[in-house]
Nanobody, 116 residues
Framework: VQLQASGGGLVQAGGSLRLSCAAS????????LGWFRQAPGKQRELVAT????????YVDSSVKGRFTISIDNTKTTVYLQMNSLKPEDTAVYYC??????????WGQGTLVTVSS
């Protein structure tokens, strides 16, 4: 499975960005797509996930109400809509695809920088 993430960039606090992650390859083996982020000097953390079968989404409490995860009709591209961005949202955002353990795939990461 290959994951191609895009959409990062520089935005002012209060602004919005939409990240995209396109999955290709043996996508049939994937149950869940999600977004993680890693800020400088910090551990990678979960942001949001969505299941391919039911499109059921989960958003971490740290971003709930500001971030929304969605998936396209082909169930191969996942989006992260980020609104009301804060400087603390600055991080490299990674797309992850998960199947039956131990199948896990990571995208290359896209940098989001929020200026105050």
């Amino acid at each position: 499975v290959q994951l191609q993430a895009s959409g990062g960039g520089l935005v002012q606090a209060g602004g919005s960005l939409r990240l995209s992650c396109a999955a290709s390859g043996s996508i049939f083996s994937i149950n869940t797509l999600g977004w993680f982020r890693q800020a400088p000097g910090k551990q990678r953390e979960l942001v949001a996930t969505i299941t391919r079968s039911s499109s059921a989404g989960y958003v971490d409490s740290s971003v709930k109400g500001r971030f929304t995860i969605s998936i396209d009709n082909t169930k191969t591209t996942v989006y992260l809509q980020m609104n009301s961005l804060k400087p603390e949202d600055t991080a490299v955002y990674y797309c992850k695809a998960s199947g039956v353990w131990p199948l896990n795939y990571w995208g290359q990461g896209t940098l989001v920088t929020v200026s105050s």
